[in-house]
């Protein structure tokens, strides 16, 4: 299948944003602090943007930051689990749950 240029450029820029949703979640998730709902929303979203990292991943590089983002969120789920035990109706916090949990 041969992807149009501006098919690749709605990929890569879609690739892209969900690296910042990505990083963004996690940032948001260490300033939760203590705070198991801001925790909680914040793993949500992070499980959202490594789901979307994943799929969009068409090169080996991709791969590679896909690798990434599922070892970033199964350490953000381990902690998760460790200070709030777990995220009702959230995302799941067992770090061998699939990517995206939901």
Known sequence: ??????????????STRARVDLLNAQRELEAS???????CRALGS???????VCALATSTDD?????DSKGKLTSARARVRASCGSCPNGP??????PVPSQ
């Not at 602090?33 to 925790?39: I, P, T």
Request: net charge negative; charged share 30%.
């Open 1 to 14: 299948m041969t992807i149009a240029p501006t098919e690749e450029r709605r990929e890569r820029g879609g």
């Open 33 to 39: 602090a203590g705070n198991c709902s801001a925790a």
């Open 46 to 52: 992070m499980d959202r943007a490594a789901g979307q």
């Open 63 to 67: 791969a590679r930051v896909c690798d």
């Open 92 to 97: 799941s916090v067992d770090p061998n749950a």
